[in-house]
Each structure stands twice: as structure tokens, then as C-alpha cells.
């Protein structure tokens, strides 16, 4: 087998790496693709990203390796937006099996923030075919997709713009868009985001993209495409994926947290949600006496209301990544409601009056008689809150998260954003 990986060919202007991988599919067709390209999501905080921190891999049957190297080696110089000075890219070549240690390698440049003379290193301990462009940073990426493990997986078929039309708005007919989505869920998932009324498998960014449909396997993405009424499409491609995994998590203590990754983190509220301006709505988790924040940012919409209904004392798991020393919250699970008491005066045991309060813990009295009580009434207040899983809306869900609907777990409740 031969393994191409690339990354880092884009800029914020345009391009896409995964448009240089289905040009290189077509190039490298009379080499034997092996399977689906490989679309390989990144840790998704890494702050050299140009928007979704792919890298692309695609294995073939055969060489010759040299023959294949010149061919993506000219794509590379004819597609990278090298102009932009964030855009480095990285190309990597593997004959063979994949060594343990790349496989390692590339699960922690998923989870982890990585060094670009650790990947150099590794590519040429095992004799790997490197291209570096400007600081050729890509590398990194390129060898990753490479090596990563897909364990579990999704597919994405996407479609991609004629190069005319770049500078045009894109014309998608909204209601063949609703339509494939009513029909292909939940085999095809984030299309639409219907709560909140927009359409969210198409972006907006200037690149080649027209839309991308994702979902459980290559033949439900064909039938969706053919209920899509579009501007034409140049050509598409269909990929396999790391995206919709929740690969990026790890389960970790709070005390062991470290900025830039992403975690599954569990604990107590300790300090309620709070509302700033913008919209942003904050807590605290406790856990064995660290303390971190969460929060559910603007963009999380409806997810927040779900936020906003927590108390002191409930039990939560939170997953997603952590920045800043707070962790964004793409996942929420509520383990256990801590109970809710309401307290109200008493009435006067002499009188029947509502008595009321001589002071904080000073107890109350009644007006009428004079009569005292030490304690309130407590009332237990019914919580408007479910436990179970909650996840932000398909608008705010990052490439890596895992949608509820693919946790096939029974292990608690869910309910899916959509
Ligand atoms: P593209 O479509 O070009 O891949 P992108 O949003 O995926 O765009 P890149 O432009 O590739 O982002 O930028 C990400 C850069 O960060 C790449 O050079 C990649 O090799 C590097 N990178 C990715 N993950 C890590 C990591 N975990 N640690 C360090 N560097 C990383």
C-alpha cells in the first residue's frame, strides 16, 4: 500500500485541502485508490488553522512511488494558496505497513498539540518520501492522516463549486435541501439546523465547497445528493472520516486539564450559570476541590436554555475543549438533579398569620401576636430539567463531536439537538 498525506494548502481566501485531495484522486486513479480518501479532522484548537483542521491521506494499490510523488508534489504547487503566510504545506509518502509509532503519533495530534521536528523525525526513521513547503508545517498533518487509527468513522461526500462561480453567491434550492434531510435522517445528520432555521452543510467561507453531506455510509450520501436541486457542481467526492467520533475527547481528572485539548470531564455545579453580555452563558464544575468553568457560547442558541436551568449540586459530565481555562461546551450530560427547596415564612402557630423574617438566620415573628419561630417552611420544587444527554445545535457543532444520535449506548437518556 501507498499512503500520500497532505495538509496545509489553504488560506482563509480559498482553496480547501480536501478539493487537492478529489483533484489527486482523479490524477492518481490509474494507481489503484484503496477505499475512500481519508478526511482526517485535527485537534480543532490548534491555533495555525485555517477552519476545521483537516489533513487529507489517500492510500493506492500500487506505485511506482516516484511516479505518484511528482504527481502530488505539481498538484500541490498548482493548488496551495502560498501567498498566504499561514498556509505551509506538508506533503508525506509511506510505502508499507503503518509502524506503531505513527499510529501513536497521530492519535495525539488529534488530542494533543505537537512539534513539527517530532513528525520530521518520525517520516524518516521510517524512510517516508517528505515535502515541506515554507516552514512546511503540514507535515505534521500530513503524517497524522496517515497514521490514524479510524476505530470509528463516518463519511462525507463533498461537492465542490465550478471555478466560475467562486465569486457568486451559492444557489442551493432550500426546499430539496429540507427535503434530502427529512428524508435521510438519521442516516445523514447536520444538514439543517431546524430549530434554528438555517441550512448548515453548505458554508459561506470562499472556497471551492458547495455543500457537504455527512452520514453512516457512502451509499445513503448518494441517494441524498440525487434529492438535491443545486447551482452544478464540478465534481464531488465522497471521503472517509474521523468527524462525528468524539476522537478529540479524553476522560480527565479537572485537576490534570490543560488548555488546547479536549476533555470529558465530571463533577458538581458549584457556582450557577450566569448570563453576560452577548449572550454567553457561564458556570462552574467541581470535582474533588478543582474547580473549572464552562460555557455555552452565543452560538450554542437553544442549548444555553438547558444551561441556564442548572443549580448548585448537580451532577454533570461535560465534554469538549478546553481554552482560556474554560471548557467549551459541546456536549452536556445531567447525571443527577440535586434537589431544589424553596422556603417560604411560616404561618403563626397562635394566629394563623404569615409571620415574617427578624433577619437573616434570625428566624421569624409574627406581626399580630408576637409569637416566634425559628425555621422557614422548606417546599421541594419540581426541577424543569430533564437528566440525559443534551448536545449544541447542529449550527454550532464542531466536525469532531460526536452527534447523540450515533451514541448507540443506551447508558442514559439522550436528546438531540436538531
Ligand atoms: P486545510 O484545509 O489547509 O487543511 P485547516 O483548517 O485544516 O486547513 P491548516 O491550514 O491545515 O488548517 O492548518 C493547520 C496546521 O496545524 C497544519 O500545518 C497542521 O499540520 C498543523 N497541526 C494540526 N494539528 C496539529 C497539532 N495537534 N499540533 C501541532 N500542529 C498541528
Redesign the pocket.
Known sequence: MLYVG??????KCG????Y?AAVLAGRLEAFGLHGYPRLI???P????????????CLVLERGPADEVERIVVRAVEEY??FDDE?????VVIHEGEIPEDVRAFAI?????????QE?LLLARRHGMRVHRFKN?????????SIGLDLYDHTYELLAYRMPGNYEKPRWLDRESVYRMDEATYPDTWDNVDLRNKVIVFSPHTP?PVLYGIRGNSPEVLVEARKMLVTEPAERSQIFITNQGTDMHLVEARIADVRNDRSYILKGFVCEEPRAIEGGHVFFKMEQAGACIECAAFEPTKNFREIVKKLIRGDEVRVFGSVKNGTVNLEKLEIVKLAELVKTTPPKCPVCGKSMESVGKDRGYRCRKCGAKRALPVFERVKRDLETGLYEVPPSARRHLAKQIIRIKEPWCRTHPGR
Do not use: F, H, Q, W
Not at 484548537?45 to 487529507?56: C, D, E, S, V, W
Not at 499561514?86 to 506538508?90: D, M, Q, R, V
Not at 495525539?108 to 513539527?116: A, T
Open positions: 497532505i495538509d496545509d494548502t489553504d488560506s482553496m480547501c485541502t480536501t487537492l479532522r485535527l485537534n484548537n490548534i491555533k495555525y488553522k485555517t477552519r476545521g483542521n483537516a489533513a487529507l496551495a494558496r499561514n498556509t505551509n504545506p506538508g495525539r495530534v488529534v488530542r494533543d498539540v505537537v512539534d513539527i513528525a512546511g508545517r503540514g507535515v505534521i498533518g500530513a503524517l497524522a472556497d
